[in-house]
């Protein structure tokens, strides 16, 4: 596959250590950003009490405890002015900074251009609409596998759809999901792969994907198998359609219609906003993934291990470019 051309004054163009080390920082700032919003969320809430509540409050919610009457109105207040899905939505939406810090890490400190992270004009549009088709299928199978091997229930249809909120999980999605395929498939497998072997910036970024997910409820064994293949399997997908586009919109598809659409946990996270009701049996945590939700489960790991078989059979893009890789 060729690369565009490299600026080799770039000083992280020579050093392994120096282009690990420096993408390490920028991951922490990006992890500090992205929670940032979360933050102003809360010191709003702490504002609003500020504002509402006597002085006095928070010395006789003390002295009561939280079985007291100040207590019950103090869940109340937050009953109905924060939600789960708020904070979700501001974490998501957060990832933005992630977005941002890529992009500097290659154009600004590496001296490269969007392009070696997959940023290609040519047909994104039709390969952004395939990534949302097959991250749904993909995702429909895994649920399917669930249901046939009697790991899961559907109930039907969620009693109040909430197509509002819906469809800021979608838009929140579609941030979250492509801010970790270009930190990961477009920023730090692109640079790797300049000086370093394919397999090593395949397996690389994987592991750290895998990894990043290590504080998540619910993780397990399999679950860190299947976020190793899935890293895996979106780093064979960007390498074979040669552009960024597809696994973001794959990825996006993936945790939307995880959440949003089964019902299901996203990596150990309740998403209170979903199309279906489905409902994991206990006893079968192996095949539903138990509290990490399915990601966590065998089901999961059979739709992966079959989508990186066929993603070889996927037509490979032609680029135009004459500088070899």
């Not at 970790?180 to 592991?207: C, D, F, H, K, Y």
């Not at 504080?215 to 890293?231: I, M």
């Not at 998403?271 to 939700?293: H, P, Q, Y």
Request: charged share 10%; with cysteine; hydrophobic share 55%.
């Amino acid at each position: 596959m060729n690369q565009p051309p490299f600026d080799d004054r770039s000083p992280l163009r020579h050093s392994l250590g120096l282009l690990l080390l420096s993408f390490f920082g920028m991951l922490f700032v990006g992890q500090l950003l992205a929670v940032a919003p979360v933050m102003q969320v809360l010191m709003l809430v702490y504002q609003r009490l500020t504002e509402v509540l006597p002085a006095s409050f928070f010395e006789t919610l003390l002295e009561e405890g939280v079985q007291g009457e100040t207590f019950a109105r103090l869940s109340a207040f937050f009953d109905g002015l924060l939600t789960e899905n708020i904070c979700l939505l501001a974490q998501l939406l957060g990832t933005l900074a992630t977005i941002g810090l890529s992009v500097f890490w290659v154009v600004v400190l590496q001296k490269s251009d969007l392009r070696s992270m997959g940023f290609t004009k040519k047909s994104a549009f039709p390969h952004y609409l395939l990534g949302l088709l097959l991250g749904t299928v993909l995702f429909a199978a895994a649920i399917g596998l669930n249901l046939l091997f009697g790991a899961m229930t559907l109930e039907g249809l969620a009693g109040s759809v909430r197509w509002g909120w819906i469809i800021l999980f979608f838009v929140a999605f579609v941030v979250q999901g492509a801010s970790e395929e270009i930190l990961l498939r477009g920023a730090l497998m692109g640079s790797l792969r300049r000086s370093q072997p394919t397999w090593l910036a395949v397996g690389l970024n994987a592991l750290l994907f895998a990894m990043l997910h290590l504080g998540n409820s619910g993780v397990g064994t399999v679950a860190l198998l299947n976020l190793l293949l899935f890293g895996i399997f979106a780093s064979l997908y960007r390498l074979r359609t040669d552009n960024i586009w597809g696994i973001c919109a794959l990825h996006t598809a993936w945790n939307f219609t995880q959440g949003n659409v089964w019902g299901a946990l996203v990596s150990g996270i309740r998403v209170d906003a979903g199309l279906f009701v489905t409902t994991s049996l206990e006893g079968r945590e192996r095949i539903n993934g138990g509290a990490f939700g399915p990601e966590g489960g065998l089901a999961v790991t059979l739709v992966l291990l079959l989508a990186i078989l066929l993603v070889g059979y996927l037509p490979r893009r032609k680029t135009a470019s004459k500088n070899p890789s």
